[in-house]
């Protein structure tokens, strides 16, 4: 930081007009700044890899001493491009004819921010608890696994029972699949970073196998590695009719939402978590089980993790999966959390953005030829920059909290001289 | 076990202070031993393979022509099912007095074992086991976990975690396959690909060491953040003017063999007659061991791993340190990534380290932050990973999908204390904040 903003704030002389300022000053050394900050660091990121990758922009580059208009229009029409229909394919169509038409791209983000709530939330319970759950892919394979063989491994049962019972048994197998991570933890101190990547290959390899054997999840008299379709009685329905992509786990990751709420403020089972997290050796003297409640938070984790995995087979890909069913939602995941500041409401929105990042992304895609992975590079800048308010801070010239605290000693000790 | 009564006199101040080892009998290696001979007996009994087994043992270059070795499969498989069961005995009697088993008693009955298996699995099979290309195209394998493995060491030992690798090795890939392609030469796609990974490395850091980002994020957000940025790039501009910007085919280091060296029966022309990379692997490892642990430098990474306070007050810089051994951490790791586009493919590919940054990681616990034991387990996992391959090719009875998870179950039972001790450096993954 340039001394040039600290230094009126500790000279000037303590007067009542200065509240706004300092109003200001508290607003823009506080988080939400901070996210702001990052996210204008991150879209400036991205529109430079748009130009760069831009044919007219690189063309017009070529004369930009003659003409630097021209770079300078190209360059807005690719931005204007880009970005319009970014917006375009995530929250408004404007261009379209129809209600249905224009509201769809909304639709479509809620649809793809489902499964990153609720992933997200399996991060954000460990993360509470001070542990870090990497295993997003393999909880959600293993629940993908075991929604996948209730789904199509036992026919004849009616509609609402088979699907429930198909969540159910994607999110026992997250839990299982995570709450081996959760038990080696506290029971052999394995760190549980290196466990659950670990377990994402064996979950990964483990489904491989059981797509290429006839038999197991194998399609009957495919060769290829492709289950069979999700029958109907075990898929999400639609949420708002079959014109909108968005399906019943939309609701369901709402109620997720709450519930982690509930879980992590209002039950003790969730003060236990917390308290491991803030300081697991006070917790420890506290007489709280410190390694029941690592196995259980990762249970936690895994469960939702798995109703993600669930809602995949169920919900968003139900003509038959593949080993990509995860679709990297797992690892998303991890970006939503921390975007959330693992708080179950800021889980909620941050799926909804990245979900709308996602929706528009394929979008900017198919109609300005962007690359989708533009997407995962603003995603992850965003959370790098959030992860280091201070860099943010600096780049934007933005008060820091601790000269802020400086600040006000300062002032409060010139008060106390005038008063003197 | 340790039944160690202890007298009212030896605590009495006036007690002479003595030093007394206690001794424990380990068990542990013998056990290990033990369930994988009785594993693979259980899969020579319950699946007999009739036929008889070909290794070929020469590549047509070679000065000594060995013949091809047909041996009766079973026969073989029990005959080295004999040698694994008296190295297991032995084991138990030296744990029983007190000792350890060599290494090379180890290595011993990893190839023993490897051998059984492999006679059993060749067994009847149309295609012939090749035991030098088996290994030779282990190594190839292994460059990236192997390279991945000595950056990683590298990083913890200094006490920085570095999630990264998987992104490094896929920077690297890139830079190396277009500077390649740009310039048709080798060794600027190499100085390319070690730039930008040291690169990647000095991002870590300035996260990581300067603003005391936990470790795990900054490293798994690298990954996602290099996964996106080349891929990115390959879509929206290699895939322009691909022949010009991404074609190493030409460019690629030969294999050159080693006079002499690669005269050795079996092994010469298998490891002796590779590209210039794997020489280099080989210098890396014997120099990153040294310079860990036989110069200034490494005494103070690992004093700044272990514990900063105390190195700091001694007036090591420990920030500045750290800052150097990710970068130079980087570096090494670029060597392996460039072994992709600059070795073993001839051109860029989307997300093509496919998760082996991650194997790395797991061969640097599973060499216990050692880099000569973390670079042989990059090698045992470069040849689990290759065999899967022949098997698949060979017509094998096992399921490939569980020779490629074999790494990643190992390196969890070695987490969990099952097979070996992993202890990490004391301050691995805490930022050092100078009061």
């Not at chain 1, 954000?124 to 293993?142: K, P, Y």
């Not at chain 1, 895994?302 to 080993?323: I, K």
């Not at chain 1, 603003?378 to 780049?395: D, E, K, N, T």
């Amino acid at each position: 930081m340039s001394s040039e903003t600290t230094s009126p704030a500790t000279s000037a002389p303590p007067a009542d007009d200065n509240r706004w300022r300092d109003a200001a000053r508290e607003i823009l050394a506080g988080r939400p700044a901070v996210a702001v900050g990052a996210l204008i660091l991150a879209l400036i990121a991205g529109s430079v890899m748009i130009a760069f990758t831009n044919s007219d922009v690189r063309e017009a580059s070529g004369w930009f001493f003659a003409r630097p208009g021209d770079t300078l229009t190209a360059l807005g029409r690719a931005m204007g491009g880009a970005y319009g229909q970014l917006i375009r394919g995530s929250i408004w169509n404007w261009q379209a004819t129809s209600f249905t038409a224009q509201i769809r791209p909304l639709m479509n983000t809620f649809d793809n921010a489902t499964p990153l709530i609720a992933a997200g939330l399996g991060v954000a319970v460990t993360f509470r608890a001070g542990l870090f759950n990497i295993g997003g892919r393999g909880q959600m394979l293993a629940a993908a696994i075991a929604a996948g063989w209730v789904g199509f491994g036992i026919p004849g049962i009616p509609f609402p029972l088979h699907l429930i019972l198909c969540i159910i048994a994607g999110a026992l197998a997250g839990a299982l699949w995570g709450g081996i991570a959760g038990f080696l933890k506290a029971k052999t101190g394995a760190h549980e970073v290196i466990a659950t990547i670990m377990l994402n290959y064996v979950g990964y390899y483990l489904l491989q196998y059981l797509l290429a054997t006839p038999g197991l999840l194998q399609a009957p008299g495919s060769p290829n590695p492709i289950t069979p379709a999700t029958p109907e009685s075990a898929q999400l329905p639609a949420l708002f009719g079959r014109q909108f992509t968005v399906d019943w786990g939309f609701p369901l990751a709402l109620l997720a939402v709450v519930f982690c709420w509930w879980l992590l403020n209002r039950s003790s089972l969730g003060f236990t978590f917390r308290a491991v997290g803030e300081n697991p050796r006070a917790a420890r003297v506290a007489g709280i089980d410190v390694a029941r409640a690592t196995t259980i938070v990762f249970m936690v984790g895994g469960a939702l993790m798995g109703l993600a995995g669930a809602q995949q087979v169920l919900g968003t890909v139900t003509t038959g999966f593949t080993d990509g069913i995860d679709g990297g939602i797992g690892f998303d995941a991890i970006t939503v959390a921390l975007l959330g500041g693992s708080q179950p409401v800021g889980v909620l929105f941050a799926g909804l953005l990245f979900g709308a990042f996602k929706a528009g992304g394929s979008a900017m895609q198919a109609g300005q030829g962007i690359p989708v992975e533009i997407v995962s590079v603003i995603q992850s800048l965003i959370v790098l920059f959030i992860a280091a308010p201070p860099l943010v801070r600096a780049i934007f010239r933005l008060p820091q909290p601790s000269q802020l605290a400086a600040a006000r000693k300062a002032g409060k000790a010139a008060r106390k001289e005038t008063d003197k | 076990m340790s039944a160690v009564t202890v007298n009212a006199a030896a605590l009495s101040v006036e007690a002479p202070i003595g030093h007394r080892t206690i001794d424990k009998r380990s068990y542990k290696t013998p056990l290990i031993l033990t369930g994988v001979t009785v594993l693979l007996a259980v899969l020579l009994l319950a699946s007999p393979r009739p036929g008889s087994t070909t290794f070929t043992l020469a590549t047509a270059q070679d000065a000594v022509q060995i013949p091809q070795a047909i041996v009766p499969g079973m026969a073989f498989a029990w005959v080295c099912m004999i040698g694994a069961a008296l190295l297991t005995l032995a084991a138990a009697w030296r744990a029983w007095s007190y000792a350890k088993l060599p290494g090379w008693a180890l290595a011993l009955f990893a190839l023993v074992a490897i051998a059984a298996f492999l006679g059993w699995a060749g067994a009847g099979a149309q295609g012939h086991i090749n035991v030098v290309s088996l290994i030779a195209n282990a190594v190839l394998v292994a460059i990236p976990l192997v390279f991945g493995a000595l950056g990683g060491v590298i990083g913890e030992k200094a006490g920085v975690v570095n999630i990264a690798i998987e992104a490094q090795l896929l920077m690297a890939a890139f830079t190396g396959a277009v500077t390649g392609s740009l310039t048709g030469n080798p060794w600027a796609g190499l100085c390319a690909a070690i730039l930008s990974s040291a690169l990647v490395g000095a991002v870590l850091g300035v996260f990581a060491i300067t603003y005391r980002v936990e470790q795990v994020i900054v490293g798994v957000v690298l990954n996602v953040l290099v996964a996106g940025i080349t891929t990115f790039l390959f879509s929206a501009w290699l895939a322009t003017d691909s022949s010009r910007l991404n074609n190493t085919l030409t460019v690629r280091f030969p294999a050159v063999g080693i006079p002499l060296l690669d005269g050795i029966p079996i092994i010469g022309p298998a490891l002796f007659r590779q590209s210039i990379i794997v020489y280099i692997m080989y210098v890396a490892v014997a120099a990153v061991w040294f310079a860990l642990y036989r110069t200034r430098w490494g005494l103070r990474i690992r004093a700044i791993g272990e514990h900063p306070q105390a190195a700091d007050t001694v007036g090591i810089r420990v920030n500045v340190m750290r800052y150097g051994a990710v970068i130079i951490a980087g570096a090494i790791v670029g060597i392996g990534g460039a072994s992709y586009t600059l070795v073993s493919n001839p051109s860029f590919n989307r997300e093509m380290t496919a998760g082996f940054g991650y194997i790395a990681l797991a061969a640097v616990i599973f060499g216990n932050w050692n880099p000569v034991r973390a670079a042989f387990a990059g090698l045992l996992f470069g040849f689990a990973i290759n065999l899967q391959q022949v098997l698949g090719v060979i017509g094998s009875p096992v399921p490939s999908q569980f020779m490629l998870m074999l790494p990643y179950v190992v390196t969890l039972l070695a987490v969990a204390g099952l097979v070996g001790r992993s202890r990490a450096p004391a301050a691995d993954g805490v930022p050092y904040i100078k009061e």
